[in-house]
């Protein structure tokens, strides 16, 4: 009988294949107390398990090689550290020791002891890492309960397998992604869990918190994962058979043509080679951004952190999303904006002004950072301390004058002092670079070539405050147009500067993205284009079909144009396949 179980989608896409039932190893709990002359010769056995669960572990990494090695490595770690936290682990001998309790039992309480001060935290991301002690002391329990070859026997095997399983760790994710795994069902775990970021960039399919799962489905039972729809169908009929085919030759369309352009490096017909960065706020962003062979993140926006949280985000909250940023991409360059709140992006912690007479024009961007060093240190420190795990570059919203670019590199200076003296080991600090959206940092970009090592040029904002029309006020009309004249002269003005003075300039407003832009971005001499990464394949594309020779001679007409529609009709003729307007 066909039976649904609803679950939350932590990774895209659909998997038909034979359910496989890993029952979590704390069932093994052995509650007889100890008699006083077993209580040294348990402790033994307890650090043996431990040693043994450590080395595997180490085994297991050493196992992955390349991008898997990369993007997994670093749980492992978590995870063999989490073995020598003395919170975790010397705890049990008192327990052994002073209540009698085996090494089994022990861990239980352990581990439920500490899951209840996890699942008290209001931070969902904080509480989702009750995840990583369920399944260190899970490992450690298997070693103890001798459970290890038959868990192990299931764990080997998985072409046409679907994973039904409580919680399910990094390490193991990677290694049965490399033996076939083709979906996974987690009774438990979360979105924001390791396993969860890691299947989305495995394009794994993977659902957690379906909570009947492991009660509801047996072993070989043909199973149905759709986290499109959120669900796992059970003994799918006919009909899910096809709705699943269907979606299979769909996705398989899409990823052959996606597959192609992706490893296509970005180059125009004359062969000159432009890159394409994305726009990320988001783990999914950043998968699909590597999947589609971005140069790297061109501007991580990082109000969605403040949008999101009841409170502000603490410093290690903000550190485990930037260093999840940074090692999703793999060690491409990842470029984070500091925060932008204020105007449309009011927050929920209450640090943006809220009675403001003309929000756009207010206290947004740097400024609202600079009226709060505390929170603005914090999201410095917790940038400096993900650099060091990979190559990192910030970005300052709504620069006006140098001295803002200087009050923020002081700043930073101070953080990473204190860092230091903290005993951090910090790599050297990261470049420091300009949102471009305001016209007097355009017009004056000659001003800010001493504090800034890179422009981002921000056009949604630099439309709206260059024609003094409201992005978000459709009564304007076309009036906010990005191909009017002033704008583009704008746009070409800080591009040549920036070059003339070697500091790279990339732009990362909606226009990016945009492929019947493209011509024209080519013609005023961009080269880096930074947009959301489904936008990026069909840019790759359109930059393909274009001449940036013949584009760049187009750039005196363009900038004498009068009007956005002479703009438009100057690159229709250039391009008669072109329809801008
Ligand atoms: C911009 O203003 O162009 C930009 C990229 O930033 P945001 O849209 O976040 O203001
Ligand atoms: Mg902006």
Redesign the pocket.
Do not use: V
């Given at each position: 009988m066909r039976i649904v179980l609803s679950g939350t989608a932590a990774s895209r896409g659909m998997a038909l294949g034979r359910a496989r039932l890993v029952k979590p190893s704390k069932l093994n709990v052995d509650n007889r107390p100890l008699e006083d002359d077993e209580v040294e010769a348990e402790i033994e056995r307890l650090h043996d398990a431990i040693e043994t669960a450590r080395a595997e572990l180490v085994e297991l990494r050493e196992k992955l090689h390349g991008a898997l090695a990369r993007d997994v490595g670093e749980f492992i770690d978590a995870h063999s550290l989490l073995l020598e936290d003395p919170e975790l682990v010397h705890g049990l001998d008192d327990m052994i020791r002073k209540g009698h309790y085996r090494a089994s039992a022990a861990l239980k309480m352990q581990a439920d002891r500490l899951g209840k001060v996890f699942e008290a935290m209001d931070d969902p991301y904080l509480r989702s890492r009750r995840e990583d002690i369920d399944q260190v002391i899970g490992r450690v329990m298997s070693v103890l309960s001798r459970q290890t070859s038959q868990e192990e026997r299931k764990l080997a095997a998985r072409v046409g397998e679907i994973l039904i399983a409580d919680t399910i760790a990094p390490g193991d994710m990677a290694h049965l992604a490399g033996h076939g795994l083709l979906g996974i069902v987690a009774a438990g775990g979360s979105v924001y869990s390791h396993s969860a970021i890691l299947a989305r960039s495995l394009n794994l399919p993977m659902l957690v918190a379906t909570s009947d799962a492991l009660g509801t489905i047996s072993d070989e039972d043909l199973v149905l994962v759709d986290a499109e729809a959120g669900e796992v169908v059970i003994h799918p009929t006919a009909q899910d058979l096809t709705r699943y085919r269907n979606w299979q030759r769909e996705a398989a369309r899409e990823g052959r043509r996606l597959a192609a352009l992706a490893k296509e490096p970005t180059r125009t017909r004359d062969n000159v080679d432009i890159r394409l960065f994305a726009?990320a706020e988001q783990s999914p962003d950043v998968a699909q951004a590597r999947a589609l062979g971005a140069s790297g993140i061109g501007?991580y926006?990082t109000e969605f952190l403040f949008l999101r949280s009841k409170g502000l985000p603490s410093e290690d909250e903000q550190f485990h999303a930037y260093r999840d940023l940074v090692l999703g991409m793999g060690g491409l360059p990842c470029t984070i904006r500091t925060l932008?709140l204020g105007a449309d992006k009011a927050d929920n912690a209450g640090i943006a002004l809220r009675e403001e007479e003309n929000p756009a024009l207010g206290v947004r961007g740097v400024r609202l950072s600079l009226r709060h060093p505390a929170v603005f240190a914090s999201q410095l420190r917790a940038i400096l301390r993900a650099a060091s795990y990979g190559p990192i570059r910030i970005l300052v919203?709504m620069i006006t004058t140098p001295d803002e670019l200087g009050a923020v590199r002081s700043l930073l200076q101070i953080c990473a002092n204190d860092l230091r003296d903290a005993g951090h080991t910090l790599s050297e600090l990261p470049e420091v670079g300009a949102?471009v959206?305001v016209p007097a940092a355009a017009i004056g970009i000659h001003t800010l070539l001493e504090d800034a090592d890179f422009f981002?040029?921000?056009?949604?904002?630099?439309a709206q405050y260059v024609l003094a029309a409201d992005r978000n006020n459709d009564a304007l009309g076309t009036l906010y147009d990005p191909l009017q004249p002033a704008l583009l002269r704008l746009i070409a003005r800080v591009i040549s500067v920036g070059r003339r003075a070697g500091k790279p300039v990339s732009l990362?407003?909606?226009m990016a993205g945009d492929p019947l832009l493209t011509p024209l971005l080519l013609a005023l001499g961009l080269t880096d284009f930074s947009m959301h990464p489904g936008q990026m394949l069909e840019v790759r594309d359109r930059i393909g079909q274009l001449e940036r020779a013949r584009l760049r001679k187009l750039s005196p007409q363009l900038l004498r144009a009068r009007s956005s529609q002479e703009v438009a009709a100057l690159l229709d003729s250039f391009n008669p396949d072109l329809k801008l307007q």
């Open positions: 726009n501007l926006r932008d919203p949102m959206e981002a040029i921000g056009t949604n904002d630099l990362c407003g909606e």
